[in-house]
């Protein structure tokens, strides 16, 4: 009787660990944020300078997503909201009114798709 208890016990332990590397699996994947550059920049219709520029800037916003995705709870939410605002400040810099309205129309796209705003 008790090593059933036990073995009840060990299952239930081993699924719930499961379920959370699953979700913590899940929650990393929604806040990689690499793209195609080379798409981005004909749906933005960049300039090779603008593409050289706005990779260097997307590959900050990476980094910063994926630090918020390791974050605790508590954080991520702040995180990922100044990660958001720092990439479109520079991206503001770089692009021409038409190709940042464009960018920000797919960034809050992705975001919300991905469950992140």
């Known amino acids: ?6 073995a009840m016990l060990s299952m239930t ?7 959370e590397n699953a979700n ?13 550059m080379r798409k981005l920049a004909v749906a933005l219709d960049m300039t090779f300078e603008q593409m050289e520029a706005v ?5 900050t916003f990476c980094a910063e997503m994926m630090m918020a995705a390791h974050a605790d709870n508590a954080e991520r939410e702040e995180l990922v909201e100044k990660a958001v605002r720092k990439d479109a400040r520079y991206m503001r810099y770089v ?15 992705t975001l919300h798709n991905r469950g992140l705003k």
Do not use: C, F, P
């Not at 332990?13 to 379920?19: I, R």
């Not at 990779?55 to 590959?59: K, R, S, V």
């Not at 021409?96 to 796209?109: D, I």
């Open 1 to 6: 009787m008790i090593l059933m208890v036990v």
């Open 13 to 19: 332990m081993t699924s719930y660990a499961e379920n």
């Open 24 to 36: 913590a699996a899940e929650n990393v994947e929604a806040y990689d944020m690499n793209v195609n």
């Open 55 to 59: 990779q260097d800037i997307h590959h």
């Open 95 to 109: 692009l021409n009114e038409k190709q940042y309205r464009k960018y920000l129309m797919l960034l809050n796209t």
